[in-house]
């Protein structure tokens, strides 16, 4: 047990927090502990009885049996690939747009009377997560199909089209535009370069409080391709030159050299 629980400790805090909520709501409808329609968002509940809590819940509630694992596995992934590299050490930053995220959610769903936001918020992670991957990433849809990382977004609401019909198709490309606004808004669209948001997008001291960043990290680097490329996940080396057999027996790594040149 004490090992279970240090494998949990080391998984990012919002990744532990988004995975064990969709858990725990899940979990709690499907064992029947909590009635189903008591979690769903339904509008007069939230905004003329103030039932806040409907506000968390709508997002975290799966549909359960197999299609819940993958989801589930989907939502991991995305998470840790972003909260472990693209927002390495903003953690803070991470969780203060996720809630703008949900907000732009709720607002893109709203025509369509959305009662569950899991899907929407699904397709906005993988948006984002597939366009801060690294050009030309692949990826593999649990080991059965592998595709250029670009397309996953796109792939996935044609699953929903084809598995659940165009109502839940519509939630996930409402989820994809927020997903899509979030990366072109705070990333600017494309490596190396800065949203018209981003100066905006820090989390608050609290937030940091919250997440256990007592110091604030620097803010990334608004331009630059090692910093795009830092960005998307990569860690940048500088290129290895050959050994230098009079003066040395190790390695000259070298200084300045341009990425990539021979």
């Given at each position: 047990m004490d090992q279970l629980i240090a494998e949990i400790k080391k998984i990012p805090p919002v990744t532990r927090f988004v995975c064990g909520s969709s858990l725990g709501v899940t979990l709690s409808v499907l064992m029947g502990a909590v009635a189903p329609y008591s979690v769903l968002f339904v509008k007069d509940y939230v905004f003329k009885k103030f039932q806040v809590w409907r506000l968390y819940t709508s997002f975290f509630l799966g549909g359960g049996g197999i299609n819940y694992i993958f989801e589930f596995v989907m939502l991991f992934r995305a998470m840790n690939d972003l909260e472990s590299r693209s927002y390495s050490g903003r953690s803070a930053d991470l969780a203060w747009q996720l809630i703008w995220a949900c907000v732009g959610i709720i607002g893109a769903t709203w025509p369509l009377r959305c009662?569950?936001?899991?899907?929407?918020?699904?397709?906005c992670l993988i948006y984002l997560y597939s366009s801060l991957a690294p050009p030309g990433a692949m990826t593999s849809i649990m080991g059965l199909?592998?595709?250029?990382?670009?397309?996953?977004?796109?792939?996935m609401i044609g699953l929903d089209l084809l598995m659940a019909g165009p109502q839940v198709?519509?939630?996930?490309?409402?989820g994809a535009v927020v997903g899509h606004a979030w990366w072109w808004s705070?990333?600017?669209?494309?490596?190396?370069?800065?949203?018209?948001?981003?100066?905006y997008s820090r989390a608050p001291?609290?937030?940091?409080?919250?997440?256990?960043?007592?110091n604030a990290?620097?803010?990334?680097a608004a331009g630059g391709t090692a910093a795009g490329l830092a960005r998307a996940g990569i860690h940048v080396q500088a290129p290895r030159q050959a050994p230098q057999p009079a003066t040395t027996s190790g390695y000259n790594w070298g200084s300045g050299r341009r990425l990539g040149s021979d």
């Open positions: 009662f569950v936001f899991t899907k929407p918020l699904l397709a199909v592998t595709l250029p990382i670009k397309y996953y977004p796109y792939v198709a519509a939630q996930s490309v409402a705070v990333w600017g669209g494309e490596l190396g370069s800065q949203g018209l948001l981003g100066a001291q609290w937030m940091r409080n919250l997440v256990g960043e007592t990290p620097p803010p990334p």
